[in-house]
Structures are given as C-alpha cells and as structure tokens.
C-alpha cells in the first residue's frame, strides 16, 4: 500500500469509519481496530494507491463527443466526407451535424481546408467538425451562416471565426470552437444526464476517484448536483466555471453565488478557467520565438497584457483560483506575470493559481513556479509521438525536445499536477504514468524529462489534490483524509516501464466504499453500492 504520504509512504492496512481513514499502519496494528463502526481495508499483498486525482478533465463536454461522427481513427478527408455525407441522411432530425477527433497532420495535410471543401459533403444542413483538442472547428457554409445568425457575432469573432484576408469573408474555420458550444441552443438541447452518468462511471473504472472538470459552463454546473442528488456521482467533482472572453464582469457576481451554492464533498465550484493562448498546431499558441513553419508568426493571445492582468486581479480578489490555458512560452510567461503582480492582493493566501498545459516553456521561467507559487498543469500523453507530428513541425527541433519539461518543473520545486485533459486525450492515468516514466526523445532515446514511477504517481495524486486545493481531505492515504483509493493488479514499483498500459484497475473505493470493482477494460462491468 502506498500512501503517498512523504515521511510514511508505506503501509499494510487502512481503518475507516464512516467515508474517512481512521489510522494507516501494519496489518496487526489496523486488524484490531475492526469493529461495528470501523472497517479494515488491507492490500493483502496487492499495490493500493490513493485514488487517482485527474486534475484537468472534460466530463461534461466529453460526454458528449460520443453521439458525434467518429473521426478518432484518423480518417483520410475523403473518407471524413464521406461519413460525414452518409451520417447527415441517417439523422435527419439532427439541426447541426457534428463529428470530432480530426488530428491535424491526417486530416488537413495541407493546411486548414475552407466551408466550400465541407460543402461538396453536405449543403443543406449545418455540419461542424472538430480537431481532437476540441480547439479548432472546420464548419461548411450553413455552418458559418448559422454562427453569423446568432445574436451578437456579426464583427465579434465569435469562436473564433477565422477570415480572408483580402475579402473579410469567413473561411468556415474556428480557433475557439468550443466558445459556440455554449451559446448555440441547437447544441446545448443535446446534453443529458444520461451521457454525464457514463461518463463519470468510465472516470470510476480508471481508478479516478476526484475529477475537476476544467471548463464547466455556468448554466451547466447544475447537472453534477443533479447527479449527486440522485446518488450517481460516484466521482468527487470540483468545477471551474468557464470564463469565455468577453465575459463581462457583471456575470462575475454570478460565479461568486454558484459557488457559494455548491460546496460539499462531491461537488463544489472553486475556479475559474479562462484562455491566454490556443494550440501549436494551428499556429494560435502564444510563442516567445518565431514559429519554424512561419518565421513571421510568434502565435496570438487572447487577451492583450493589461487586460488579462485586469481579469486576474479581480477573479483574485474575488477569492477564485485561476486556471490559464497557456501552451507556448509566451502565453505562460503573461500569466505567471499576472499571477506574480497579484501576490498578496487575493483574497485567498492560498490563491494557488494554475497554468494549465505548458507545453512550451523558456527555461528562465522554470524556478518562477516555485517561487510565485503558481501551480503546473500537465497532460503526459499529449507528449506521446502518436499526437506531436504536425505540432513538432510547428515547433522545431530543438523546442520540441525540450517541452513538457516535468523533471525540470519538479527538480526546480515546482508541484506539477498530471491530468488527462480527456476526451482530448485517453483518461486512463495509468497511460499517462507510462508516458511520464518511460518518454522517449524524437529518436526513440530515454528523455531527460523522464521521472520516477513514485512521482508519476505523486502526480495523479498528491500533486493533483494540491493543484485542486484538496489537500486537506484527499490526494493521500492518511487519518482524517476521505478514504479514496484503488486497488491494481500490479504492482506498479514492480513492473518493467513497458508493461504499465497492461496493468488494470481491479477496485476503486469512495469513501471507503465500492464505486467500481472488475476490469476496467471489459465493456461493461458491475458496478457495487
Ligand atoms: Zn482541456
């Protein structure tokens, strides 16, 4: 049993009473503790872990991705057409067709195509289809026409919306796709608690027993309490609310009371997620170099300076904690500014402000973590080589390599949390840990950012409960704490690197009861009380 916890990590048993650990010792130290109000929970020479924190995740968007077009499998754009065409006349009730997953390097080899490319497939309906990181959206013209339609998007950029430089006429391209998943009623009318169920059930199975949900929108936050309610969040969630730009600060007052309404074990609203930068493949992450494939571009932020550091200082006030999308240097390095200018103004001493992603960092930037106390955010498997050809390119070489810099964050005291950023990427943290310990350099080299097994897992756990402000009552196995873990089967400190992805879920426990038990593989598997 491995608690996590820094001067004790090691253990035999657990009791509990109630959903919290009592005393964490030998197994004839707990045994006599077994009682009608104390439970004993022992590894019985199985790895017990604290339960897995996925400190970035989209449960509620994620859920959604199923009933979309698949495109995952990297389909060819004649083949993505062709689903798409063959889908659009198998539902005709459906008022926007949507597909999902497209990976920029097979679906876009040249470029990102226009709305009349998208047309040849479907006309007569809007279609809409997103890249994997649900960043970048490729509508066709009734798409486009849908988008300008709505209240307000005529000149606001709405999503995103990408123009011809000579003509101002939309190309059917949006950078911030996700933005219209908000506002478009079409889309909002097709979520269910039905799916959200699934979803938090599957996050159980990978021995997920905290999820924050990074980007909740406001109107939707009450989908988690609805599940709560009726006894089928069997995840503790914690929420940040989704800050779009242009958000004005009117609705901030709006933030402040969902937080003040949902606060408990299972659910609560502690931040804010809003963006400083897109994504490197499109071109949209902040750089502080030029990028390789356009010596004229440096990326573009959100925001400009002041009026980000504007939105900081008031969500700090306020006593939110702050979560910056930022992947390029130049993006991370605006936001550590804001959060460092802040200091001692938040409400809150722990403030604990986070950058979520920081693919790209400039190595002088590394100590200020620890210094300002701004917490890492990172996803391993977004490092793997199977999602990095067309971001590579964009990169360089040389700063390619030296991205996702996790020993060097750790080694210079910063707390980096781990995260899947699902449905982006696999939820499975196992997949992660194995990415973090045994990454590879473009030449199939052990990096230098590799880490240990125990800090992969301090990761998804300690870190993650700090990165989340749960500390206090998660992210460990120790008295007081809830008693949230997992049992696999194997042993992680065992097993060589490779064999990680194998290693399955065989329980996982929420307060001190069974959430899930079985094979998290299998298709569907017994879910106990
Ligand atoms: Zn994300």
């Not at 650990?21 to 130290?29: A, K, L, M, N, P």
């Not at 924190?53 to 004649?78: C, N, Q, Y």
């Not at 339609?149 to 190309?171: D, H, K, N, V, Y």
Request: charge should be negative; charged fraction near 25%; glycine fraction near 8%.
């Amino acid at each position: 049993m491995y608690t996590g916890e820094p001067g004790a990590p090691w253990a035999e048993a657990i009791a509990c009473a109630g959903e919290r650990i009592v005393r964490v010792g030998s197994d004839r130290q707990i045994e006599r503790l077994e009682g009608p109000a104390t439970r004993v929970i022992a590894a019985e020479g199985r790895l017990v872990l604290p339960g897995f924190i996925d400190a970035h995740v989209h449960l509620i968007w994620g859920f959604e991705v199923g009933s979309w077009i698949d495109l995952t499998d990297r389909p060819s754009i004649t083949e993505a057409t062709r689903r798409v065409a063959e889908y659009t006349r198998a539902h005709p009730d459906e008022e926007i067709v949507i597909g999902y997953g497209f990976d920029y390097a097979s679906l876009l080899p040249h470029g990102l195509p226009s709305k009349e490319d998208l047309d040849e497939a479907v006309r007569e309906r809007p279609v809409v289809l997103l890249a994997y990181d649900g960043h970048t959206g490729w509508g066709n013209t009734a798409f486009t026409e849908r988008v300008l339609a709505f209240p307000g998007a005529r000149g606001s950029g709405l999503g995103g919306m990408q123009r011809e430089r000579a003509t101002r006429r939309p190309t059917g391209i949006f950078l911030r796709v996700f933005d219209l998943f908000s506002v478009l009623p079409e889309i909002r009318r097709r979520r269910s608690l039905e799916g959200l169920k699934r979803t938090v059930s599957q996050a159980s199975r990978h021995g997920i027993t905290t999820a924050f949900d990074i980007q909740v929108e406001l109107e939707d936050l009450h989908a988690y309490d609805d599940l709560r309610r009726t006894g089928d969040l069997s995840v503790r969630t914690i929420a940040a609310i989704h800050h779009p730009r242009g958000t004005p600060p009117e609705r901030y007052r709006e933030f402040a009371a969902a937080r003040d309404r949902y606060r408990g074990d299972w659910f609560s609203v502690e931040a804010v997620k809003l963006y400083i930068d897109g994504v490197v493949e499109t071109g949209s992450a902040a750089l502080l170099e030029p990028y390789a494939t356009d010596p004229a571009s440096r990326g573009t932020t959100e925001y400009e300076v002041e009026e980000y550091r504007g939105i900081v200082r008031t969500l700090s006030e306020l006593g939110f904690q702050v979560c910056t999308h930022a992947t390029g240097d130049r993006g991370a390095r605006i936001a550590l500014d804001a959060y460092e200018a802040v200091g001692k103004r938040a409400a809150r001493s722990d403030a604990r402000h986070r950058i979520e992603h920081c693919e790209v960092l400039a190595r002088e930037d590394i100590p200020r973590f620890a210094s300002v106390g701004v917490v890492p955010c990172m996803m391993p498997q977004h490092a793997s080589p199977e999602f990095t050809t067309r971001w590579r390119e964009a990169l360089g070489r040389e700063r390619a390599g030296a991205a996702f810099p996790w020993r060097s964050l750790l080694s210079a005291g910063a707390s980096v949390a781990f995260a899947s950023d699902w449905p982006v990427a696999p939820m499975d943290p196992l997949g992660g840990i194995h990415e973090a310990v045994a990454r590879e350099t473009q030449d199939g080299a052990p990096s230098p950012e590799r880490i240990s097994v125990q800090e992969a897992i301090d990761g998804y756990t300690r870190r993650a409960a700090y990165a989340c402000r749960a500390e206090a009552t998660r992210g460990t196995l120790a008295p007081g704490k809830y008693a949230d873990l997992l049992i696999l089967s194997d042993d992680l400190f065992v097993v060589s690197p490779d064999r990680i992805p194998t290693v399955r879920v065989l329980t996982t426990m929420v307060g001190g009861r069974v959430a899930v038990s079985g094979d998290p593989r299998a298709p569907s598997s017994e879910t106990a009380s």
